[in-house]
């Protein structure tokens, strides 16, 4: 897994997640302003416009659940390193 060297650092975990997160609002940007600007692309039908729209939205909010799961995980690890101490 790409995050499996991280897991013992969760310092360099969180800019991972941060940046998960920043992309799925961008891709949530994207499908909300998707309708005016999709009738640019040629000879979509509405139910590909649809499908669009509802994949950007998906792709969006799994990308920022994965991201806050990974900060919450990275946090927790970084308060239970320091209770170590």
Not at 23 to 49: E, K, Q, R
């Amino acid at each position: 897994m790409i995050l499996g060297k991280f897991k013992n650092s969760p310092e360099k975990t969180i800019p991972v997640a941060m940046a998960l997160i920043v992309v799925g609002l961008s891709i949530l940007a994207i499908g909300i302003a998707w309708p005016h600007f999709s009738p640019s692309v040629p000879h979509l039908g509405t139910d590909w416009n649809d499908f669009a729209r509802g994949f950007l939205f998906g792709l969006a909010i799994a990308m920022e659940v994965s991201g806050v799961v990974i900060a919450a995980t990275a946090a927790a690890s970084a308060s239970k390193k320091r209770n170590h101490l």
